[in-house]
């Protein structure tokens, strides 16, 4: 019998020890699991201002990658996400859907992400641990248009501040309107410029708008990580509204910029360029901000181009299938980009380039005048383009390095200017000229 209690009380103690063992392995499990949380201090967001959303991680394993997709109408002010980050710990990419941020060695940490609502409307987000099911909670946020007439919180102390802010005016009904750049990407990954000595940046796109209103036009410039400077004006424009594309050309003059010097070179700048529906200092309903890093830079990128290209004489005219005539170059330089760009030790950024052609005219009888109309393509790697006023994409590198590109020197029968004439076009003994005109220019990076 004692043998029996003993067996019984061994098979009760390791019954108990294993019971009692259980919640100690999932108490383990739980506290080693990551976890990530979104939270803001109000879900109501005005439209085109800044509400900050905080995230936060626990446990997270070495080199991180999270994701937060953004609903349409919900962008981040990639300005205020890159100054508020430490680069070596934490790497942001935005797109117009999503974020990304790749965390480096941080189990722990605390994220502002300061997002814009363009649009009134619910907004949900959710950040997700990438190859992972780790999700976060799901954040809603509701952005409201403000009536005209309030003002925001901080302005009246503005108007008691400085009396000469009451005089202008404020908006009286919401006056929608947006630009674009060909520089960058409003509301979209942050950008990387080059300023070189003793010139000037000239940023160029279209503005469109709903009603006729004077657009602001306006900019700050600072040190990156140093006070930011106040916003100065550059110019007001008209815009012609029933969401016309008005084009715009705006030149900041080099006495605007730092002296480019020898103390100043690799340095980096916070440039913003903005546009808006009142005067600097007064309320505004609409402000759109383009934001960019300015690097002084070294050196030049330029570009030699051919004189005349020749597509042969003494061509059938009478064809019955439509030709392709490659050409070649007859005087002149080389179709090349010669890069001699520095951009200091400390900076890994890389500007890319682009060339592209545009049809300044169609292929014309010297004798006649008979237009050979859609005659020019442009053909790159295989794809065969019409030439025409809009810029086709001739050749490109993202990420260039000093030196001489020869494009022209690719040119064979997949790549290059082409004629290719219709059918019962030519006139027999007619000879033809047309005009193309290359350019080239840096391509945003955000390397």
Request: aromatic share 8%.
């Amino acid at each position: 019998m004692r043998r029996i209690r003993y067996l019984i009380g061994i098979i009760s103690a390791l019954i108990l020890l294993i019971s009692g063992f259980a919640p100690l392995v999932s108490h383990a499990a739980e506290a080693t699991q990551p976890t990530i949380s979104l939270s803001s201090n109000t879900n109501t967001v005005k439209v085109d201002d800044i509400q900050t959303v905080t995230m936060q991680t626990h446990n997270l394993p070495a080199a991180a990658v999270i994701t937060i997709d953004l609903p349409t109408g919900l962008t981040v002010d990639q300005l205020k996400l890159a100054e508020g980050l430490d680069e070596s710990k934490v790497q942001a990419t935005v797109t117009a859907t999503q974020v990304e941020l790749k965390i480096s060695d941080q189990t722990d940490s605390s994220i502002s992400l300061p997002v814009v609502a363009t649009q009134a409307g619910n907004y949900q987000l959710q950040a997700k641990l990438v190859s992972t099911d780790v999700l976060s909670n799901t954040l809603t946020l509701e952005g409201k248009v403000e009536q005209a007439g309030s003002n925001k919180s901080g302005e009246s102390s503005i108007a008691t501040q400085a009396k000469q802010t009451s005089q202008l005016a404020g908006p009286t009904a919401r006056s929608v309107f947006s630009f674009n750049s060909n520089q960058g990407l409003v509301g979209g990954q942050l950008v990387y410029l080059y300023f070189y000595a003793n010139t000037g940046l000239t940023l160029t796109g279209n503005i469109t708008s709903s009603t006729a209103q004077t657009i602001y036009i306006g900019y700050s410039l600072y040190e990156t990580g140093q006070t930011p400077s106040s916003d100065k004006l550059i110019t007001t424009m008209k815009a012609s509204g029933n969401n016309k594309n008005d084009p715009y050309s705006v030149t900041i003059p080099a006495s605007a910029f730092p002296p480019f010097n020898d103390a100043n070179y690799g340095k980096t700048y916070t440039f913003q360029f903005f546009m808006r529906d009142t005067p600097i200092g007064s309320a505004t309903n609409i402000q759109r901000n383009l934001n960019f890093r300015l690097i002084y830079a070294k050196g030049s990128l330029t570009m030699t181009a051919p004189t005349t290209i020749d597509f042969g004489s003494n061509l059938d005219a009478n064809f019955t299938t439509k030709p392709k005539y490659m050409g070649s170059i007859i005087s002149g330089s080389p179709l090349s980009v010669v890069d001699t760009r520095e951009f200091g030790a400390a900076l890994p950024y890389r500007n890319g380039w682009s060339v592209t052609a545009t049809l300044a005219k169609q292929m014309t009888g010297k004798t006649s005048g008979g237009v050979l109309t859609d005659s020019l393509h442009y053909l790159n790697d295989g794809k065969d383009t019409v030439l025409s006023n809009a810029a086709t994409q001739v050749y490109s590198l993202k990420n260039s390095s000093k030196g001489t590109t020869n494009i022209s020197n690719t040119w064979n029968d997949k790549n290059g200017l082409a004629f290719e004439p219709n059918v019962g076009q030519p006139q027999p003994g007619e000879s033809y000229q047309g005009v193309v005109q290359w350019n080239l220019q840096e391509t945003p990076s955000n390397s």
